[in-house]
Protein backbone atom coordinates (compact mmCIF):
# COMPACT_ATOMS: atom_id res chain seq x y z
CA UNK A 1 0.00 0.00 0.00
CA UNK A 2 1.01 3.90 -0.39
CA UNK A 3 2.62 5.96 1.88
CA UNK A 4 0.50 8.58 3.22
CA UNK A 5 2.03 12.03 3.96
CA UNK A 6 0.49 14.21 6.48
CA UNK A 7 1.14 17.62 6.61
CA UNK A 8 -0.14 19.20 10.53
CA UNK A 9 0.21 17.90 13.45
CA UNK A 10 -2.89 18.99 15.03
CA UNK A 11 -5.89 16.80 16.02
CA UNK A 12 -7.04 16.18 12.40
CA UNK A 13 -3.65 14.51 11.72
CA UNK A 14 -3.26 12.71 14.94
CA UNK A 15 -6.84 10.91 14.49
CA UNK A 16 -5.85 10.04 10.83
CA UNK A 17 -2.91 8.06 11.46
CA UNK A 18 -4.77 6.85 14.17
CA UNK A 19 -7.40 5.47 12.23
CA UNK A 20 -5.14 4.35 9.35
CA UNK A 21 -3.04 1.83 11.59
CA UNK A 22 -6.00 0.57 13.05
CA UNK A 23 -7.86 0.30 9.21
CA UNK A 24 -4.73 -1.82 8.88
CA UNK A 25 -3.04 0.81 5.85
CA UNK A 26 -0.22 -1.48 5.27
CA UNK A 27 2.02 1.24 3.55
CA UNK A 28 4.53 4.06 5.62
CA UNK A 29 2.83 6.98 7.27
CA UNK A 30 4.64 10.31 8.17
CA UNK A 31 3.13 13.05 10.03
CA UNK A 32 5.24 16.61 9.96
CA UNK A 33 3.69 19.27 12.30
CA UNK A 34 5.73 22.61 12.97
CA UNK A 35 4.98 22.77 16.42
CA UNK A 36 7.80 21.63 18.37
CA UNK A 37 5.25 18.94 20.63
CA UNK A 38 3.66 16.02 19.62
CA UNK A 39 -0.41 16.42 19.11
CA UNK A 40 -2.59 17.61 21.50
CA UNK A 41 -6.03 18.75 22.46
CA UNK A 42 -6.40 22.51 21.08
CA UNK A 43 -9.58 23.15 22.52
CA UNK A 44 -8.35 22.53 26.06
CA UNK A 45 -6.15 25.72 25.97
CA UNK A 46 -8.72 27.46 28.31
CA UNK A 47 -8.51 25.02 30.76
CA UNK A 48 -4.64 25.90 30.84
CA UNK A 49 -5.19 29.49 30.79
CA UNK A 50 -7.63 29.62 33.85
CA UNK A 51 -4.77 26.98 35.76
CA UNK A 52 -7.16 23.67 36.13
CA UNK A 53 -5.21 21.80 33.63
CA UNK A 54 -1.24 21.55 33.37
CA UNK A 55 -0.07 22.35 29.68
CA UNK A 56 1.64 18.78 29.35
CA UNK A 57 -1.96 17.15 30.20
CA UNK A 58 -3.38 18.46 26.81
CA UNK A 59 -0.80 15.23 25.14
CA UNK A 60 -3.15 13.27 22.44
CA UNK A 61 -2.67 9.82 23.11
CA UNK A 62 0.93 8.36 21.51
CA UNK A 63 0.83 7.84 18.28
CA UNK A 64 0.89 3.75 17.08
CA UNK A 65 4.21 2.49 16.16
CA UNK A 66 4.04 2.76 12.39
CA UNK A 67 3.72 6.09 12.14
CA UNK A 68 6.91 8.27 11.91
CA UNK A 69 6.18 11.75 13.75
CA UNK A 70 8.06 14.70 12.79
CA UNK A 71 7.88 18.00 15.40
CA UNK A 72 9.20 21.25 15.04
CA UNK A 73 9.80 20.92 11.37
CA UNK A 74 7.25 23.18 8.74
CA UNK A 75 6.36 21.87 5.19
CA UNK A 76 7.14 25.58 3.13
CA UNK A 77 5.97 23.23 -0.33
CA UNK A 78 5.01 21.01 -2.55
CA UNK A 79 6.03 19.57 -5.67
CA UNK A 80 2.96 17.74 -6.98
CA UNK A 81 4.72 17.04 -10.30
CA UNK A 82 7.22 15.15 -8.09
CA UNK A 83 4.83 14.11 -5.50
CA UNK A 84 7.57 16.00 -2.68
CA UNK A 85 7.36 18.29 -0.08
CA UNK A 86 10.11 20.31 0.86
CA UNK A 87 10.47 21.21 4.15
CA UNK A 88 11.99 24.11 6.61
CA UNK A 89 15.19 22.16 8.14
CA UNK A 90 16.16 21.49 3.81
CA UNK A 91 14.74 17.91 3.72
CA UNK A 92 12.67 16.40 0.76
CA UNK A 93 10.43 14.13 1.30
CA UNK A 94 8.18 11.77 -0.82
CA UNK A 95 4.70 10.84 -0.82
CA UNK A 96 2.43 8.77 -2.78
CA UNK A 97 -0.69 10.16 -0.97
CA UNK A 98 -0.25 13.61 0.70
CA UNK A 99 -3.05 14.98 3.15
CA UNK A 100 -3.34 18.73 4.11
CA UNK A 101 -3.74 18.91 7.75
CA UNK A 102 -2.83 22.46 8.42
CA UNK A 103 -5.15 23.64 10.56
CA UNK A 104 -5.82 27.42 10.90
CA UNK A 105 -4.58 30.16 12.60
CA UNK A 106 -5.68 32.93 14.77
CA UNK A 107 -7.08 36.08 12.68
CA UNK A 108 -5.45 39.26 13.83
CA UNK A 109 -7.90 42.18 13.40
CA UNK A 110 -5.99 45.26 11.37
CA UNK A 111 -6.05 47.43 14.80
CA UNK A 112 -3.01 49.83 14.37
CA UNK A 113 -0.35 48.77 17.15
CA UNK A 114 -1.21 44.94 17.52
CA UNK A 115 1.41 43.91 15.43
CA UNK A 116 4.44 45.38 14.04
CA UNK A 117 5.43 46.50 11.15
CA UNK A 118 6.65 42.44 9.72
CA UNK A 119 3.30 41.23 11.25
CA UNK A 120 4.78 40.57 13.95
CA UNK A 121 2.54 40.22 17.84
CA UNK A 122 3.21 43.83 19.79
CA UNK A 123 4.61 43.17 23.04
CA UNK A 124 1.22 42.42 25.35
CA UNK A 125 -0.35 40.90 22.70
CA UNK A 126 -1.52 37.12 22.98
CA UNK A 127 -3.28 34.96 20.74
CA UNK A 128 -4.73 31.98 22.06
CA UNK A 129 -4.24 28.97 19.11
CA UNK A 130 -1.55 26.86 20.26
CA UNK A 131 0.01 25.72 23.82
CA UNK A 132 2.94 28.24 23.09
CA UNK A 133 0.10 30.76 24.05
CA UNK A 134 -0.66 29.49 27.17
CA UNK A 135 2.47 31.08 29.20
CA UNK A 136 2.35 33.35 31.99
CA UNK A 137 0.44 36.74 31.45
CA UNK A 138 2.08 40.13 32.40
CA UNK A 139 0.40 42.43 35.56
CA UNK A 140 -2.37 44.14 34.92
CA UNK A 141 -5.74 43.84 33.37
CA UNK A 142 -6.35 42.12 30.61
CA UNK A 143 -8.06 42.99 27.72
CA UNK A 144 -10.22 40.73 25.29
CA UNK A 145 -10.56 41.89 22.06
CA UNK A 146 -13.78 39.64 20.54
CA UNK A 147 -16.64 38.44 22.31
CA UNK A 148 -17.31 35.30 19.84
CA UNK A 149 -17.11 31.82 21.53
CA UNK A 150 -13.83 32.00 22.00
CA UNK A 151 -13.82 35.41 23.85
CA UNK A 152 -16.28 34.62 26.10
CA UNK A 153 -15.07 30.89 27.17
CA UNK A 154 -11.14 33.14 27.79
CA UNK A 155 -12.60 35.77 29.59
CA UNK A 156 -13.99 33.47 32.42
CA UNK A 157 -10.87 31.30 32.07
CA UNK A 158 -8.95 34.33 32.82
CA UNK A 159 -11.54 35.40 35.70
CA UNK A 160 -11.19 32.54 37.18
CA UNK A 161 -7.15 32.73 37.40
CA UNK A 162 -8.09 36.06 38.93
CA UNK A 163 -7.18 38.41 36.65
CA UNK A 164 -8.79 41.35 36.13
CA UNK A 165 -10.83 41.00 32.67
CA UNK A 166 -12.49 43.87 29.89
CA UNK A 167 -14.06 42.17 27.12
CA UNK A 168 -14.41 44.14 23.97
CA UNK A 169 -17.03 43.05 21.12
CA UNK A 170 -18.19 44.81 18.30
CA UNK A 171 -21.49 43.77 17.84
CA UNK A 172 -24.08 44.66 20.74
CA UNK A 173 -24.29 41.03 22.60
CA UNK A 174 -21.67 38.58 22.83
CA UNK A 175 -22.03 35.08 20.74
CA UNK A 176 -23.91 37.34 17.82
CA UNK A 177 -22.81 34.78 15.54
CA UNK A 178 -25.12 31.98 17.27
CA UNK A 179 -27.27 33.65 19.54
CA UNK A 180 -30.11 36.06 19.02
CA UNK A 181 -30.26 39.21 21.32
CA UNK A 182 -32.41 37.80 24.35
CA UNK A 183 -29.45 34.74 24.25
CA UNK A 184 -26.49 36.75 24.04
CA UNK A 185 -28.14 39.35 27.46
CA UNK A 186 -28.26 36.18 29.23
CA UNK A 187 -24.78 35.07 28.52
CA UNK A 188 -23.79 38.99 29.02
CA UNK A 189 -25.22 38.56 32.16
CA UNK A 190 -23.24 35.69 33.34
CA UNK A 191 -19.91 37.39 32.44
CA UNK A 192 -20.84 40.43 34.00
CA UNK A 193 -21.88 38.36 37.17
CA UNK A 194 -18.23 36.61 37.04
CA UNK A 195 -17.02 39.85 37.14
CA UNK A 196 -15.90 40.28 33.36
CA UNK A 197 -16.36 44.11 32.26
CA UNK A 198 -18.09 44.33 28.92
CA UNK A 199 -17.74 46.96 26.51
CA UNK A 200 -20.61 45.97 23.49
CA UNK A 201 -20.84 47.79 20.53
CA UNK A 202 -17.74 48.43 20.44
CA UNK A 203 -14.35 48.37 18.42
CA UNK A 204 -10.76 48.35 19.30
CA UNK A 205 -9.51 51.01 17.23
CA UNK A 206 -5.97 51.40 18.60
CA UNK A 207 -3.25 49.49 20.57
CA UNK A 208 0.07 50.62 22.77
CA UNK A 209 1.58 48.56 24.89
CA UNK A 210 -0.38 49.13 28.43
CA UNK A 211 -3.79 50.53 26.85
CA UNK A 212 -6.13 49.75 24.33
CA UNK A 213 -8.31 52.37 22.66
CA UNK A 214 -11.95 52.13 21.46
CA UNK A 215 -14.08 53.91 18.90
CA UNK A 216 -15.51 55.74 21.55
CA UNK A 217 -12.78 57.23 22.42
CA UNK A 218 -12.47 55.27 25.84
CA UNK A 219 -8.91 54.40 26.90
CA UNK A 220 -8.51 50.86 29.06
CA UNK A 221 -5.66 49.81 30.72
CA UNK A 222 -4.30 46.80 29.51
CA UNK A 223 -1.35 44.19 31.19
CA UNK A 224 -2.58 42.30 28.03
CA UNK A 225 -4.58 42.21 24.93
CA UNK A 226 -6.23 38.95 24.02
CA UNK A 227 -7.28 38.42 20.58
CA UNK A 228 -10.43 36.36 20.01
CA UNK A 229 -11.32 37.24 16.53
CA UNK A 230 -11.85 34.20 14.84
CA UNK A 231 -10.00 32.40 12.44
CA UNK A 232 -8.51 31.67 9.13
CA UNK A 233 -8.13 28.49 7.56
CA UNK A 234 -4.03 27.72 6.80
CA UNK A 235 -4.45 27.01 2.84
CA UNK A 236 -0.81 28.65 1.98
CA UNK A 237 0.64 25.30 0.88
CA UNK A 238 -2.48 24.35 -1.17
CA UNK A 239 -2.36 28.23 -2.83
CA UNK A 240 1.67 27.95 -4.00
CA UNK A 241 0.78 24.20 -4.95
CA UNK A 242 -1.94 25.58 -7.56
CA UNK A 243 -5.06 23.85 -6.05
CA UNK A 244 -8.22 25.44 -5.59
CA UNK A 245 -9.08 27.30 -2.05
CA UNK A 246 -11.79 29.62 -1.11
CA UNK A 247 -11.76 30.45 2.46
CA UNK A 248 -10.15 26.94 3.08
CA UNK A 249 -8.69 24.40 0.69
CA UNK A 250 -11.51 23.03 -1.45
CA UNK A 251 -12.12 19.54 -1.27
CA UNK A 252 -15.08 17.14 -2.94
CA UNK A 253 -17.55 14.43 -0.86
CA UNK A 254 -14.07 11.81 -0.80
CA UNK A 255 -11.97 14.42 0.98
CA UNK A 256 -10.17 15.11 -2.10
CA UNK A 257 -8.25 18.12 -3.79
CA UNK A 258 -8.09 19.01 -7.50
CA UNK A 259 -5.51 16.89 -7.44
CA UNK A 260 -6.51 12.97 -6.66
CA UNK A 261 -3.10 12.58 -4.54
CA UNK A 262 -4.02 15.49 -2.48
CA UNK A 263 -6.43 15.50 0.21
CA UNK A 264 -7.46 18.29 2.78
CA UNK A 265 -9.03 17.79 6.36
CA UNK A 266 -10.27 19.86 9.60
CA UNK A 267 -9.54 23.13 9.89
CA UNK A 268 -8.41 23.87 6.86
CA UNK A 269 -10.50 22.21 4.76
CA UNK A 270 -13.71 23.98 3.27
CA UNK A 271 -16.46 21.16 2.11
CA UNK A 272 -19.64 22.18 0.62
CA UNK A 273 -18.98 25.83 1.37
CA UNK A 274 -18.30 25.48 4.68
CA UNK A 275 -14.55 25.41 5.80
CA UNK A 276 -13.82 23.04 9.53
CA UNK A 277 -14.16 24.59 12.49
CA UNK A 278 -14.75 22.12 15.21
CA UNK A 279 -12.46 19.47 16.28
CA UNK A 280 -15.18 16.51 16.41
CA UNK A 281 -15.96 18.06 12.77
CA UNK A 282 -11.90 17.16 11.99
CA UNK A 283 -12.40 13.88 13.38
CA UNK A 284 -14.99 12.95 11.52
CA UNK A 285 -13.09 13.55 8.65
CA UNK A 286 -10.16 12.17 8.90
CA UNK A 287 -12.17 8.75 10.23
CA UNK A 288 -13.91 9.08 6.50
CA UNK A 289 -10.62 9.84 5.02
CA UNK A 290 -9.15 6.68 6.89
CA UNK A 291 -11.39 4.63 5.35
CA UNK A 292 -11.07 5.67 1.88
CA UNK A 293 -7.40 5.31 1.72
CA UNK A 294 -7.66 1.91 3.06
CA UNK A 295 -9.94 0.76 -0.26
CA UNK A 296 -13.68 2.26 1.21
CA UNK A 297 -16.08 2.82 -1.22
CA UNK A 298 -17.44 5.91 0.73
CA UNK A 299 -17.86 9.78 0.88
CA UNK A 300 -18.21 12.04 3.45
CA UNK A 301 -21.21 13.70 5.03
CA UNK A 302 -20.93 17.07 7.21
CA UNK A 303 -22.70 16.03 10.62
CA UNK A 304 -24.59 17.93 12.57
CA UNK A 305 -23.07 19.15 15.88
CA UNK A 306 -24.18 20.98 18.71
CA UNK A 307 -21.88 23.73 20.18
CA UNK A 308 -21.78 23.35 23.90
CA UNK A 309 -19.63 26.42 24.91
CA UNK A 310 -17.57 25.83 28.37
CA UNK A 311 -18.85 28.23 30.72
CA UNK A 312 -17.95 26.33 33.72
CA UNK A 313 -21.17 26.53 36.06
CA UNK A 314 -23.31 27.65 33.19
CA UNK A 315 -25.44 25.61 30.79
CA UNK A 316 -25.63 26.65 27.17
CA UNK A 317 -26.41 24.58 24.01
CA UNK A 318 -26.96 25.83 20.80
CA UNK A 319 -28.15 23.22 18.24
CA UNK A 320 -26.96 23.22 14.73
CA UNK A 321 -28.95 25.95 12.44
CA UNK A 322 -31.99 24.91 10.16
CA UNK A 323 -33.98 27.14 8.07
CA UNK A 324 -35.76 29.70 9.83
CA UNK A 325 -39.16 30.15 9.07
CA UNK A 326 -40.11 27.58 6.96
CA UNK A 327 -43.85 26.17 6.46
CA UNK A 328 -45.02 24.45 9.02
CA UNK A 329 -42.60 25.67 11.51
CA UNK A 330 -43.28 26.46 14.80
CA UNK A 331 -40.54 28.27 17.67
CA UNK A 332 -41.53 27.92 20.92
CA UNK A 333 -39.46 30.57 23.59
CA UNK A 334 -38.72 30.86 27.10
CA UNK A 335 -37.46 33.83 28.82
CA UNK A 336 -36.62 34.65 32.05
CA UNK A 337 -33.77 36.89 32.78
CA UNK A 338 -34.34 37.30 36.47
CA UNK A 339 -32.80 33.95 36.70
CA UNK A 340 -30.65 33.77 34.02
CA UNK A 341 -32.47 31.50 31.30
CA UNK A 342 -33.66 31.38 28.10
CA UNK A 343 -34.06 29.04 25.00
CA UNK A 344 -35.49 29.53 21.38
CA UNK A 345 -36.42 25.96 19.76
CA UNK A 346 -37.70 25.74 16.42
CA UNK A 347 -40.14 22.87 16.24
CA UNK A 348 -40.80 21.21 12.80
CA UNK A 349 -43.22 17.96 13.31
CA UNK A 350 -42.90 17.63 16.64
CA UNK A 351 -39.30 17.52 16.16
CA UNK A 352 -36.45 19.75 17.20
CA UNK A 353 -34.69 21.43 13.87
CA UNK A 354 -32.44 23.96 15.59
CA UNK A 355 -32.41 26.61 18.59
CA UNK A 356 -30.79 27.43 21.91
CA UNK A 357 -31.34 26.51 25.43
CA UNK A 358 -29.48 28.37 28.03
CA UNK A 359 -29.15 28.65 32.06
CA UNK A 360 -31.09 25.19 32.84
CA UNK A 361 -28.75 22.40 33.34
CA UNK A 362 -31.73 19.62 32.78
CA UNK A 363 -33.10 21.46 30.22
CA UNK A 364 -30.04 21.39 27.97
CA UNK A 365 -29.80 18.03 28.21
CA UNK A 366 -32.86 16.93 27.59
CA UNK A 367 -32.75 19.06 24.62
CA UNK A 368 -29.98 18.20 23.76
CA UNK A 369 -30.66 14.53 23.67
CA UNK A 370 -33.86 14.19 21.70
CA UNK A 371 -32.48 16.80 19.32
CA UNK A 372 -29.49 14.08 19.49
CA UNK A 373 -32.31 11.08 18.52
CA UNK A 374 -34.08 13.68 16.48
CA UNK A 375 -37.11 12.37 18.58
CA UNK A 376 -40.57 14.64 19.16
CA UNK A 377 -40.68 16.36 22.29
CA UNK A 378 -43.17 16.27 24.49
CA UNK A 379 -46.61 17.89 25.07
CA UNK A 380 -45.63 19.96 27.87
CA UNK A 381 -42.70 21.70 26.30
CA UNK A 382 -42.33 24.23 29.40
CA UNK A 383 -41.42 21.30 31.09
CA UNK A 384 -39.18 20.44 29.00
CA UNK A 385 -37.92 23.82 28.76
CA UNK A 386 -37.47 24.36 32.69
CA UNK A 387 -35.98 21.21 32.89
CA UNK A 388 -38.68 20.13 35.25
CA UNK A 389 -39.70 16.97 32.87
CA UNK A 390 -38.31 14.13 34.39
CA UNK A 391 -39.00 11.20 30.83
CA UNK A 392 -35.64 13.19 29.35
CA UNK A 393 -33.26 13.40 32.37
CA UNK A 394 -34.58 9.77 34.17
CA UNK A 395 -36.05 12.25 37.35
CA UNK A 396 -32.78 12.44 39.03
CA UNK A 397 -30.44 11.36 36.92
CA UNK A 398 -30.41 11.58 33.26
CA UNK A 399 -31.05 8.13 31.45
CA UNK A 400 -28.00 5.21 30.73
CA UNK A 401 -27.47 6.47 27.03
CA UNK A 402 -27.12 10.00 27.21
CA UNK A 403 -24.10 11.16 26.02
CA UNK A 404 -21.78 12.64 27.90
CA UNK A 405 -19.20 13.12 25.65
CA UNK A 406 -20.41 13.84 22.14
CA UNK A 407 -16.88 14.59 20.59
CA UNK A 408 -16.41 11.16 21.80
CA UNK A 409 -19.35 9.20 21.83
CA UNK A 410 -19.34 8.19 25.45
CA UNK A 411 -22.49 7.25 27.17
CA UNK A 412 -23.12 7.77 31.32
CA UNK A 413 -22.95 4.01 30.78
CA UNK A 414 -19.91 3.38 28.63
CA UNK A 415 -17.94 5.75 31.87
CA UNK A 416 -20.17 3.19 34.60
CA UNK A 417 -18.89 0.53 33.38
CA UNK A 418 -15.19 1.81 33.56
CA UNK A 419 -15.43 3.02 36.91
CA UNK A 420 -16.73 -0.11 37.63
CA UNK A 421 -14.02 -2.03 35.69
CA UNK A 422 -11.21 0.00 37.59
CA UNK A 423 -11.08 3.58 36.67
CA UNK A 424 -11.91 5.53 39.71
CA UNK A 425 -11.12 9.15 38.86
CA UNK A 426 -11.23 11.52 35.66
CA UNK A 427 -7.83 10.64 34.12
CA UNK A 428 -8.45 7.04 34.27
CA UNK A 429 -11.78 7.40 32.47
CA UNK A 430 -10.45 9.46 29.88
CA UNK A 431 -8.06 6.80 29.20
CA UNK A 432 -10.41 3.80 29.17
CA UNK A 433 -13.18 6.05 27.26
CA UNK A 434 -11.78 8.97 25.66
CA UNK A 435 -14.41 11.13 27.41
CA UNK A 436 -13.51 14.27 28.28
CA UNK A 437 -10.36 14.21 25.71
CA UNK A 438 -12.44 15.96 22.50
CA UNK A 439 -13.59 19.62 23.01
CA UNK A 440 -13.27 18.78 26.90
CA UNK A 441 -16.85 20.52 27.70
CA UNK A 442 -17.95 17.25 29.45
CA UNK A 443 -15.04 17.23 32.21
CA UNK A 444 -17.72 18.89 34.88
CA UNK A 445 -20.05 16.03 34.02
CA UNK A 446 -17.27 13.02 34.14
CA UNK A 447 -15.84 14.43 37.68
CA UNK A 448 -19.36 14.86 39.04
CA UNK A 449 -19.95 11.14 37.81
CA UNK A 450 -16.86 9.99 39.12
CA UNK A 451 -17.65 11.54 42.66
CA UNK A 452 -21.09 10.27 42.82
CA UNK A 453 -20.16 6.81 41.45
CA UNK A 454 -17.43 7.08 45.30
CA UNK A 455 -19.77 8.14 47.54
CA UNK A 456 -21.45 5.29 49.43
CA UNK A 457 -24.76 4.33 48.15
CA UNK A 458 -27.75 5.75 50.02
CA UNK A 459 -29.62 2.42 51.35
CA UNK A 460 -33.28 4.85 51.39
CA UNK A 461 -32.80 5.22 47.46
CA UNK A 462 -31.83 1.84 46.38
CA UNK A 463 -31.17 0.73 43.33
CA UNK A 464 -28.29 0.49 41.85
CA UNK A 465 -25.26 3.32 40.57
C1 LIG B 1 -8.99 27.87 22.62
C2 LIG B 1 -9.70 26.96 21.67
C3 LIG B 1 -10.84 26.30 22.10
C4 LIG B 1 -11.52 25.46 21.23
N1 LIG B 1 -12.64 24.83 21.68
C5 LIG B 1 -13.28 23.99 20.86
C6 LIG B 1 -14.43 23.29 21.31
O1 LIG B 1 -14.87 23.46 22.43
N2 LIG B 1 -15.03 22.43 20.46
C7 LIG B 1 -14.55 22.23 19.20
O2 LIG B 1 -15.12 21.43 18.46
N3 LIG B 1 -13.48 22.88 18.73
C8 LIG B 1 -12.83 23.76 19.54
N4 LIG B 1 -11.74 24.42 19.07
C9 LIG B 1 -11.34 24.22 17.66
C10 LIG B 1 -10.50 22.96 17.51
O3 LIG B 1 -9.39 23.04 18.36
C11 LIG B 1 -10.09 22.84 16.06
O4 LIG B 1 -11.25 22.63 15.29
C12 LIG B 1 -9.12 21.66 15.86
O5 LIG B 1 -7.93 21.90 16.56
C13 LIG B 1 -8.82 21.48 14.37
O6 LIG B 1 -7.84 20.50 14.22
P1 LIG B 1 -6.84 20.52 12.97
O7 LIG B 1 -5.90 19.40 13.20
O8 LIG B 1 -7.62 20.60 11.72
O9 LIG B 1 -6.05 21.91 13.05
P2 LIG B 1 -5.11 22.53 14.15
O10 LIG B 1 -5.53 22.10 15.51
O11 LIG B 1 -5.05 23.99 13.85
O12 LIG B 1 -3.69 21.88 13.87
C14 LIG B 1 -2.98 22.15 12.69
C15 LIG B 1 -1.52 21.92 12.95
O13 LIG B 1 -0.83 21.98 11.70
C16 LIG B 1 0.39 22.68 11.89
N5 LIG B 1 0.81 23.25 10.61
C17 LIG B 1 0.26 24.26 9.91
N6 LIG B 1 0.95 24.50 8.79
C18 LIG B 1 1.97 23.61 8.78
C19 LIG B 1 3.04 23.37 7.89
N7 LIG B 1 3.20 24.08 6.78
N8 LIG B 1 3.92 22.38 8.19
C20 LIG B 1 3.78 21.64 9.32
N9 LIG B 1 2.78 21.83 10.19
C21 LIG B 1 1.90 22.81 9.93
C22 LIG B 1 0.03 23.74 12.91
O14 LIG B 1 1.20 24.23 13.55
C23 LIG B 1 -0.86 22.95 13.86
O15 LIG B 1 -0.10 22.31 14.84
C24 LIG B 1 -11.04 25.27 19.91
C25 LIG B 1 -9.88 25.93 19.48
C26 LIG B 1 -9.22 26.77 20.35
C27 LIG B 1 -7.98 27.47 19.87
Redo the contacts with the bound molecule.
Keep these: MSGVLI???????HRLAERLVRHGHGGGITV????PRAPYH??L??SVLDGSLGSERLALPALPGPVRLLTG????GVDRALRTVRTADGRELPYDTLVL????RARVPAVPGLTDRHGRLAEGVRL???AADCRPLSEGPVVVVGGGT?GV??ALALRRAGHEVVLAHPAAHPMDRHLDAAGGAVVAQWLAERGVTLRLGRRATEYAPGKVVLDDGEVLAAGTVLVCAGTVP?TR?ARAAGLPVGDGVLVDARLRTADPHVHA????AEQDGTP???????WEQADTLARILTGEDTVHRAGRHALR??LPGRDLVVLPPGRDGAEGDRTVTLRDPARGRYARLVLREGRIRHGVVAGSARAVAAVTLLHARDAPVPADLLALLTGADGTYTGGGEPPEDTLVCH?NNVTRKTLKDAWHGGARDAAALAAATRATTG???CGPVVRELCAALGRPADPAEGGTR
Design positions: VGGGPAAIGAERALGVRVTATGALRAREANLIGDCGATVLGAPRCCGS
